[in-house]
C-alpha cells in the first residue's frame, strides 16, 4: 500500500465555495478561487488591513489580493464585477474573508 505524502508547498490556489447572503432569500453559492497565502504572507495582509484611516484599504483592493476567480457566476471574474458583488450584496464582503480565513487556517472539517 503506497503511503500518500503531506507536501510541504501547497498549490498557489485553492476554490472553496462561499455562501453569499441574499436578503429575503436563501443564500448565494459560489465557488471562489483562492490565492494561498503563507503565515508571513498572511500576517502582513492582516497588518495591512488595520493601516491607519488614509491608507485603509478598500474591501474590493483588499479582497483582489486573495481572490483569482469564481465558478457558477454569470458573469466573467474581473475587478468590476465583484465589485458589482460587493455592492449589490452587501454580507458578501464578510462572507469571503470568513471562508478565506476558515480554508486557510482550519481546513474542511469532515462529515
Known sequence: KATIMFVLQPKPTFK??????????SDG?????????????????FNSLSATE??????????LELVDGWE???????AE??????DAYPGAALALYETYR???LEGRSKN
Request: hydrophobic share 40%.
Open 72 to 78: 457558477g457566476v454569470s458573469e466573467k471574474f474581473s
Open 102 to 104: 476558515k480554508e486557510l
Open 29 to 45: 453559492k459560489i465557488t471562489f478561487i483562492f490565492k494561498h497565502k503563507g503565515k508571513k504572507d498572511l500576517q502582513a495582509y
Open 54 to 63: 488614509g491608507e485603509a484599504k478598500t474591501d474590493i483592493e483588499a479582497l
Open 81 to 86: 464585477n465583484l465589485e458589482l458583488l460587493l
Open 16 to 25: 472553496a465555495a462561499v455562501s453569499i447572503p441574499v436578503p429575503g432569500g
